[in-house]
């Protein structure tokens, strides 16, 4: 039967370091050269990955992306612009039109003394007025009072 | 270990840390260039495009010149500038035969925005085309305007009278 102190003993035997044939040598000198030039290379080779990698991070510094460019942007709405031209063109055209046409079919004489063309003369005047009348005979309802409100002409955004 | 191997091993140890200190140094030394570069790199970059920004809205604003001029003679500049168009007006008016007063003349804001106008309220009289005209000629005025409202009553002598308010819009101030 096997006893508990066999076993130990066995174990103990097992787990024993074997210390063998000892070396007496503390120094090994080709052993620490190589070891040495070991570390060396690779101490070279991280410096040399080191350096590669710093290159490239450098080497790939575009300007176009180093930074967030906050340029000032303009806009020109130029339809708008465009658009707001010809309304006003057109409206200066209309006034124009009624001007003459007033001016045209006046009742009385200028007063102002700086007027230069010739006063028309009073027999005139009503012919002008009626035949104006009816050429500029507007389409309005014949209710004694009307109120209007006019269009706003389109918006005019400037820069 | 002898006394010339410690000497040799303390040397070694002493010209290995000087190495790593020196490149460590170096390494800190080259980042910090490095992000200057950057900086340099990004204010280069900022300046070029606020340069090209500035040459467009300069060609912009050479190209725009008229048109900006046009539009902006479509506002009145101030409120002075109603001064010289009512005194247009009612010389004109009195020039075509109607009796014209001006019963109102301010300035107001708009509600909904900041948008400031001078607002004049016209009273006419005339036969009716004249009356009907004189709206028409109002409400073309080459300026950025709108009628706000406008009335037309027979009076008891034959004659119409106009009642119209118009309003022009201030131009704003940059």
Redesign the interface.
Known sequence: MIEKTFIQKILRSTLRRSRGLTDHHLMHPTREWFAGLGVALLLLIIGSVGCVYLFWQYNTTEPETAAVVDAPTTIYQEDAVNSALQELKARAARHEAERQRLEAGRTTPPPTETEVTPEPSPEVIPEAATSTATDTQPKVTESEAIESTSTEPGTIEMI | ?NSR?KKIFVTALVFLGAGLGL?ALL?SY?HTK?AK??EY??????K???E??FI??TR?VQE?ET??A???S?FFTDESDSISFLGDIE??A????LTLTTNDLDKITATDSAAEYITMTFVYS??R??V???T??L????Y???????????AQNGLWEGTLTLLISLR?TP
């Open positions: 270990m191997t490149c390494i080259i490095g570069l950057e790199t990004a204010a280069l970059t900022e070029n495009a606020k090209a920004a467009r809205v912009l725009t048109e900006r046009t539009l902006s479509a010389r004109f009195q020039n075509v035969g005339g036969d085309q004249q009907i005209g004189f028409k000629y409400e073309n005025i080459p950025h305007s709108k009628i706000d409202s406008f009335s037309y009553t027979k704003a």
